[in-house]
């Protein structure tokens, strides 16, 4: 989203979505309301109006548009399966839709025609185009009062073709809010990172509470990137960038350190030590100060004298007190700035390098336990149910039913998943309800080796099915391996059959109870 608000607005530029008035709302393979950037706000301002306190109380609508079940998914009110590389096209066929339809509801901001006349390179079923018909007269009527949200993974272009969506809707300054970040610092990915240590333009790599080698894109090959450079490496575990490193340091847990935050709006906040230290540790802030300067100072000190400097000589130990105490900073001076937003044909042109879809889609997530693996030596993570598949301890290759028994294989049976160009992965089949046809959805974080006891052997390592230029999703293919492989779910809900227990067949659980008033009494 940063990349796309760049693009189309300038360096610095912010883009950030506010749901409170949002009559309809079509999200593009976005968990909004679960696992996103922002998902607790969101949930807040979505839920106000969801409320029915009185007969003429009105609901809002969100229209669903994903691969795989997610909470928000659960809570659509219309729910499209499609692939992730088709969100880009289906926010297209919804602007062409309005453009044809609903032409008078709509302002497309200057310089954007060109982006939202694009073609859609969509091919829909009948319930797909009343899909598409039915969320753009919504967001026709209620011009102005809606909101189009794409999720985390999408590529820029999605986003911008997002923001213009919601320009032309007149949601800008509603649904849709732009702001400039001043102290906005150029950085490169893990990409650019792979590239200088291939070239030999970098020599040494300075890895605070990161762990590279593990969390980039196994098409990257950062591992054995990392193992041929000089690696100083700072981290509460030793990890899999903390073993290729000639110098490990264990660093302070964040709820015994000092530090400040910045939110997605820009409000600044003053990060507090929960607990005492638990060890004779530095924390990132204190290690990093030390590389930059050669002098070792307290985090505490660092944090008041930065704030010190900033507010001037509006600063004073009352003001820290409260700010302290209110957990946020007021009072400094930050001149605003609103960025020039009138870049929309640049969108157009980084649509350019759209990849081809192929048979097969890899759909690789993050996992809502234990999340990029971070969390996965945390038992109770590991114990707790996948809110959607239920899985505990292990991480799966999510099909769905038709595709299932196209195959041939049922839920534990060990199949073979590749990416088109990069490498493959063993693991075992789960059916999951709502997941789009030819799509397999894999989570990371798992498959973790000599990090400890909780999470060794937990699950399998699907790294490899990430690629370097899009680590989230991709062309592949799925085939049976043979084998099987046990796996625990806390429910089954994909079904309304009961399994056969101790030799006993339930019959089928009917989906509604329909009675007379007799009949019932």
């Known amino acids: 989203a940063d990349a796309a608000a760049e693009l189309i607005a300038g360096k610095g530029a912010r883009a950030r979505m506010h749901l409170e008035k949002a009559k309809v709302i079509l999200a593009a393979d976005s968990d909004f309301l ?7 706000r969101h949930a807040r301002a979505w839920s106000q109006n969801r409320k029915v306190e009185n007969p003429k109380s009105e609901m809002s609508r969100v229209y669903v548009a994903e691969p795989h079940l997610t909470g928000t998914g659960t809570m659509a009110d219309h729910r499209l399966r499609i692939r992730s590389s088709q969100a880009g096209d289906l926010l297209l066929a919804v602007a062409a839709e309005l453009r044809k339809n609903h032409g008078s509801a709509i302002d497309v901001p200057s310089g954007a025609d060109g982006l939202l006349g694009q073609p859609a390179q969509l091919d829909l079923d009948e319930y797909g185009k009343k899909f598409v018909a039915v969320v753009a007269k919504d967001l026709a009527e209620n011009a102005g009062k809606s909101a189009v949200v ?25 649904a849709l809010r732009w702001r400039v970040d001043a102290d906005a610092v150029e950085a490169g990915g893990l990409a650019d990172l792979a590239k200088g ?19 980039a894109a196994g098409a990257l090959g950062m591992e054995g990137l990392l193992a041929k450079a000089n690696v100083v490496h700072a981290g509460a575990y ?8 000639k110098l490990h340091l264990p660093v302070s847990h964040y709820l015994e350190a000092w530090g400040d935050l910045q939110s997605s709006d820009g409000t600044l906040t003053l990060q507090q030590p929960m607990i005492a230290p638990l060890h004779d540790t530095f924390s990132v802030l204190e290690l990093l100060n030390l590389v930059a300067t050669g002098n070792f100072v307290d985090g505490y000190s660092l944090l008041k004298g930065h704030w010190q400097a900033a507010a001037g000589s509006s600063f004073s130990d009352r003001s820290w007190r ?11 001076p930050r001149p605003p700035q609103q960025p020039d937003v009138s870049g929309w044909g640049k969108v157009a042109g980084a649509m350019k390098g759209r990849a081809t879809p192929g048979a097969w889609e890899v759909d690789v997530r993050l996992c809502p336990k234990v999340h990029d693996g971070r969390f996965s ?19 799966a290759a999510c099909l769905s039913a038709s595709t299932a028994q196209e195959l041939g294989v049922k839920n534990g049976d060990m199949v ?26 894999v989570n990371l974080g798992y498959g973790r080796k000599e990090l ?11 790294r490899p099915l990430q690629g370097g230029q899009n680590p989230w999703f991709g062309p592949g293919n799925v085939s049976s391996a043979g084998g099987s492989y046990e796996l625990v779910s806390t429910q089954d809900y994909g079904t309304m059959k009961p399994p056969t227990y101790m030799g006993m067949d339930y019959p089928e659980r009917p989906l509604v109870l329909e009675a007379t008033r007799e009949e019932f009494a």
């Open 377 to 395: 030596n945390n038992g109770w993570a590991q114990e707790l149910p996948h809110p959607m598949t239920k899985l505990t301890w292990d991480n």
């Open 238 to 245: 030793r990890d899999e960038t903390g073993k290729l490193a």
């Open 150 to 174: 794409v999720g985390d993974r999408q590529p820029a272009w999605v986003h911008g073709l997002a923001f213009a969506l919601n320009a032309a809707l007149r949601n800008q300054g509603s």
């Open 197 to 215: 240590l291939e070239s030999g333009q970098v020599s040494t790599v300075i890895c605070l509470d990161t762990n590279p080698a593990y969390e």
């Open 452 to 462: 400890g006891t909780v999470a060794e052997g937990a699950g399998f390592d699907v």
């Open 34 to 40: 679960g696992f996103e950037t922002d998902a607790v």
């Open 416 to 441: 073979q998943v590749s990416l088109e160009g990069g490498g493959s992965v063993e693991l075992p089949v789960w059916i999951a309800p709502g997941q789009a046809p030819k799509v397999v959805t």
């Open 322 to 332: 409260r700010w302290l105490h209110d957990g946020v900073v007021t009072g400094v």
